[in-house]
């Protein structure tokens, strides 16, 4: 068989027999909540070192 071919007869119908109890509920493990990050450097500092990077790249 070339690239992409199938034999249908390989092809079996899935009967999905499960208790929907026992599924995942999508809004089950939903959490509402901030993050704050604080990297310990100001903005001036990082706009520094943005421009000090972009300047080596263009050396």
Known sequence: MGFGSYDESE???VD??????DAVQSGENSHDGT??????ASS??????????????ES
């Open 11 to 13: 092809q079996q119908e």
């Open 35 to 40: 993050i704050e990050f604080e990297n310990g």
């Open 16 to 21: 999905a027999d499960f208790d929907e109890d």
């Open 44 to 57: 001036d500092e990082l706009l520094d070192r943005l421009k000090e990077i972009k300047d080596e790249d």
